[in-house]
Protein backbone atom coordinates (compact mmCIF):
# COMPACT_ATOMS: atom_id res chain seq x y z
CA UNK A 1 0.00 0.00 0.00
CA UNK A 2 1.47 3.45 -0.93
CA UNK A 3 1.92 5.90 2.02
CA UNK A 4 -0.91 8.68 1.77
CA UNK A 5 1.06 12.02 1.88
CA UNK A 6 -0.89 15.21 2.59
CA UNK A 7 -3.00 16.85 -0.09
CA UNK A 8 -2.78 20.63 -0.93
CA UNK A 9 -3.31 23.27 1.62
CA UNK A 10 -6.65 24.53 -0.24
CA UNK A 11 -8.62 21.92 1.66
CA UNK A 12 -9.25 22.28 4.92
CA UNK A 13 -8.34 19.56 7.85
CA UNK A 14 -11.59 17.51 7.96
CA UNK A 15 -11.69 17.28 3.73
CA UNK A 16 -7.78 15.99 4.24
CA UNK A 17 -8.78 13.66 7.20
CA UNK A 18 -11.82 11.57 5.47
CA UNK A 19 -9.68 11.93 1.76
CA UNK A 20 -7.28 10.20 3.84
CA UNK A 21 -9.59 7.61 4.98
CA UNK A 22 -10.99 7.35 1.56
CA UNK A 23 -7.86 6.69 0.22
CA UNK A 24 -7.37 4.18 2.40
CA UNK A 25 -10.75 2.75 1.29
CA UNK A 26 -10.06 2.24 -1.98
CA UNK A 27 -6.67 0.80 -1.66
CA UNK A 28 -8.16 -1.93 0.33
CA UNK A 29 -10.83 -2.96 -2.10
CA UNK A 30 -9.86 -6.03 -3.81
CA UNK A 31 -10.15 -5.87 -8.03
CA UNK A 32 -13.31 -6.78 -9.50
CA UNK A 33 -13.33 -10.81 -10.49
CA UNK A 34 -16.06 -13.28 -11.63
CA UNK A 35 -16.98 -15.53 -8.81
CA UNK A 36 -19.20 -18.60 -9.54
CA UNK A 37 -21.18 -16.59 -12.30
CA UNK A 38 -21.27 -13.06 -10.64
CA UNK A 39 -19.40 -9.91 -11.13
CA UNK A 40 -17.64 -9.02 -7.37
CA UNK A 41 -17.46 -5.05 -8.33
CA UNK A 42 -15.89 -2.57 -5.96
CA UNK A 43 -17.37 0.40 -6.48
CA UNK A 44 -18.24 4.20 -5.30
CA UNK A 45 -22.08 4.14 -4.52
CA UNK A 46 -24.17 6.72 -4.90
CA UNK A 47 -27.89 5.88 -3.49
CA UNK A 48 -30.68 7.84 -5.59
CA UNK A 49 -33.06 9.82 -3.32
CA UNK A 50 -35.58 10.64 -6.22
CA UNK A 51 -36.62 8.90 -9.27
CA UNK A 52 -39.34 10.91 -11.36
CA UNK A 53 -40.92 9.85 -14.72
CA UNK A 54 -40.26 13.15 -17.15
CA UNK A 55 -41.46 12.07 -20.58
CA UNK A 56 -42.68 9.09 -22.35
CA UNK A 57 -42.61 8.36 -25.91
CA UNK A 58 -44.71 6.03 -27.06
CA UNK A 59 -43.38 5.41 -30.43
CA UNK A 60 -39.78 4.26 -28.98
CA UNK A 61 -41.13 2.71 -25.76
CA UNK A 62 -38.40 5.03 -24.06
CA UNK A 63 -38.78 7.00 -20.73
CA UNK A 64 -37.17 10.18 -19.54
CA UNK A 65 -36.43 10.29 -16.19
CA UNK A 66 -34.68 12.83 -13.67
CA UNK A 67 -32.66 10.96 -11.40
CA UNK A 68 -30.70 12.45 -8.11
CA UNK A 69 -28.84 10.14 -6.23
CA UNK A 70 -26.37 11.24 -3.04
CA UNK A 71 -23.51 13.58 -3.43
CA UNK A 72 -24.22 13.65 -7.55
CA UNK A 73 -25.78 16.67 -9.59
CA UNK A 74 -29.53 15.31 -10.42
CA UNK A 75 -29.48 13.65 -14.11
CA UNK A 76 -31.69 13.11 -17.03
CA UNK A 77 -31.75 9.67 -18.87
CA UNK A 78 -33.82 7.82 -21.69
CA UNK A 79 -33.89 4.05 -20.65
CA UNK A 80 -36.48 1.26 -22.17
CA UNK A 81 -36.89 -0.01 -18.78
CA UNK A 82 -39.29 1.47 -16.10
CA UNK A 83 -38.16 2.26 -13.26
CA UNK A 84 -40.14 3.01 -9.39
CA UNK A 85 -40.96 6.31 -9.33
CA UNK A 86 -40.59 7.90 -6.07
CA UNK A 87 -38.49 9.35 -3.29
CA UNK A 88 -36.70 8.90 -0.07
CA UNK A 89 -34.38 6.38 1.07
CA UNK A 90 -36.81 3.28 -0.24
CA UNK A 91 -35.73 3.52 -4.30
CA UNK A 92 -33.98 0.03 -4.69
CA UNK A 93 -31.43 1.87 -7.21
CA UNK A 94 -27.66 3.07 -7.14
CA UNK A 95 -25.17 4.97 -9.41
CA UNK A 96 -22.13 2.99 -9.10
CA UNK A 97 -18.88 4.22 -10.27
CA UNK A 98 -16.75 1.14 -10.91
CA UNK A 99 -13.10 0.72 -9.23
CA UNK A 100 -10.06 -0.97 -9.50
CA UNK A 101 -7.36 -0.29 -6.83
CA UNK A 102 -4.82 -0.38 -9.42
CA UNK A 103 -6.32 3.17 -10.67
CA UNK A 104 -4.11 4.17 -7.22
CA UNK A 105 -0.84 3.61 -9.37
CA UNK A 106 -1.57 5.98 -12.55
CA UNK A 107 -1.99 8.65 -9.27
CA UNK A 108 1.14 11.36 -9.22
CA UNK A 109 3.08 9.80 -6.74
CA UNK A 110 4.51 13.63 -5.49
CA UNK A 111 0.72 14.41 -4.47
CA UNK A 112 -1.45 11.28 -3.91
CA UNK A 113 -4.62 12.34 -2.32
CA UNK A 114 -4.44 15.89 -4.06
CA UNK A 115 -4.58 13.87 -7.24
CA UNK A 116 -6.86 11.08 -6.05
CA UNK A 117 -9.49 13.77 -4.96
CA UNK A 118 -9.50 15.41 -8.28
CA UNK A 119 -9.82 13.14 -10.38
CA UNK A 120 -12.78 11.67 -8.51
CA UNK A 121 -14.23 14.76 -8.77
CA UNK A 122 -14.41 14.56 -12.81
CA UNK A 123 -17.63 13.77 -14.43
CA UNK A 124 -17.77 9.54 -15.10
CA UNK A 125 -19.45 7.02 -16.68
CA UNK A 126 -21.99 5.18 -14.10
CA UNK A 127 -23.53 2.02 -13.84
CA UNK A 128 -27.45 2.15 -13.21
CA UNK A 129 -28.27 -0.84 -10.65
CA UNK A 130 -31.36 -2.54 -9.02
CA UNK A 131 -30.79 -4.07 -5.81
CA UNK A 132 -32.12 -6.96 -5.30
CA UNK A 133 -30.77 -8.37 -1.72
CA UNK A 134 -28.77 -6.48 0.62
CA UNK A 135 -25.11 -6.96 -1.70
CA UNK A 136 -26.68 -8.50 -4.82
CA UNK A 137 -27.55 -5.84 -7.63
CA UNK A 138 -28.77 -6.07 -11.28
CA UNK A 139 -27.94 -3.56 -14.25
CA UNK A 140 -30.34 -2.08 -15.84
CA UNK A 141 -29.40 -1.47 -19.34
CA UNK A 142 -28.87 1.95 -20.75
CA UNK A 143 -28.63 2.62 -24.26
CA UNK A 144 -26.28 5.56 -23.92
CA UNK A 145 -23.52 5.95 -21.22
CA UNK A 146 -24.33 7.44 -17.70
CA UNK A 147 -22.46 10.54 -17.19
CA UNK A 148 -22.70 11.78 -13.57
CA UNK A 149 -21.07 14.72 -12.11
CA UNK A 150 -20.03 14.95 -8.24
CA UNK A 151 -21.22 18.08 -6.53
CA UNK A 152 -18.30 19.15 -4.82
CA UNK A 153 -15.40 18.08 -2.58
CA UNK A 154 -17.55 17.04 0.12
CA UNK A 155 -19.29 14.19 -1.65
CA UNK A 156 -16.12 13.06 -2.97
CA UNK A 157 -14.65 12.45 0.45
CA UNK A 158 -18.03 11.26 2.18
CA UNK A 159 -18.41 9.01 -0.66
CA UNK A 160 -19.52 5.18 0.29
CA UNK A 161 -17.19 2.25 -0.68
CA UNK A 162 -18.13 -0.95 -1.44
CA UNK A 163 -17.96 -4.29 -3.06
CA UNK A 164 -21.54 -5.29 -4.92
CA UNK A 165 -22.17 -8.79 -6.10
CA UNK A 166 -23.86 -8.02 -9.66
CA UNK A 167 -26.22 -11.19 -10.89
Known amino acids: M ?17 GRE ?3 T ?12 RLELPCIVHRLTKVKLLETASATSY ?5 VASGLVPLKLKLSSRLQEGSGA ?5 LVRPWSPKLLDLL ?11 WLSQPFNA ?20 RANVKDLVSVVNSECRILEIV
Open 63 to 67: REYEL
Open 22 to 24: LYN
Open 2 to 18: QSVPSGPSTHNNADLEK
Open 26 to 37: LARLSSPRFVAG
Open 108 to 118: SHDNALGSLLE
Open 90 to 94: GLPYV
Open 127 to 146: LLLHSLLHTEYKRIVSDCPI
